[in-house]
T-cell receptor, first 114, second 116 residues
């Protein structure tokens, strides 16, 4: 079974600071990888996903993530955060084939202060 | 884009009563629905997977007689928490997927259940 570990529970940054949120997964086979964001009071929204190909994935709102297979990692980055990026961020994984459910990490709360 | 409408967004009920949560796919056919539960400051934990027209598959430790899932149509799935107790208080989220995965995983906005 898959599992996902997000190292940071709560990250506080000033506006314009760079962001990197860690995500490691555990699974022996090929996986699909996702990052979701949940703004206060809203539903989960997909930021980006990796299925195959270029391990550096660019998503919406200036976010990107890099898949490093040897490290089982899929860290999320943004060069300069904004106050509006304040939200909960979830890393998720599912097995590559089939209609399988997503397995989520515990989430990282990002607070961006002016 | 694909949208899943989840209702109610929050509900308070008395212990021993039942509560029904609905998830509707508005512009696509949700052949598969995943139901998750999220405790404060914890991850989304998969409760069950349902395919349209079939019985739901429950994860280990989830009581199927307590959490009744119906997925009778391609646009509607329901989760009924029967004889709710305070320990059932949680945040419940549905996630729909169409047959080909074209729309990916589309999430509802969640339901905050409080049992008093």
């Amino acid at each position: 079974a898959q599992s996902v570990s997000q190292h940071n529970h709560h990250v506080i940054l000033s506006e314009a600071a760079s962001l990197e949120l860690g995500c490691n997964y555990s699974y022996g086979g090929t996986v699909n990888l996702f990052w979701y964001v949940q703004y206060p009071g809203q539903h989960l929204q997909l930021l980006l996903k990796y299925f195959s190909g270029d391990p550096l994935v660019k998503g919406i709102k200036g976010f990107e993530a890099e898949f490093i297979k040897s490290k089982f990692s899929f860290n999320l980055r943004k060069p300069s955060v904004q106050w509006s990026d304040t939200a909960e961020y979830f890393c998720a994984v599912n097995a590559w084939s089939g209609n399988t459910p997503l397995v989520f990490g515990k989430g990282t709360r990002l607070s961006v202060i002016a | 884009g694909a949208v899943v409408s989840q209702h109610p967004s929050w509900v308070i009920c008395k212990s021993g009563t039942s509560v029904k949560i609905e998830c509707r796919s508005l512009d696509f056919q949700a052949t598969t629905m995943f139901w998750y539960r999220q405790f404060p400051k914890q991850s989304l934990m998969l409760m069950a997977t349902s395919n349209e027209g079939s019985k739901a598959t429950y994860e280990q430790g989830v009581e199927k007689d307590k959490f009744l899932i119906n997925h009778a149509s391609l646009t509607l799935s329901t989760l009924t928490v029967t004889s709710a107790h305070p320990e059932d208080s949680s945040f419940y989220i549905c996630s729909a997927r169409d047959k080909g995965g074209f729309y990916g995983y589309t999430f509802g906005s969640g339901t905050r259940l409080t049992v008093v």
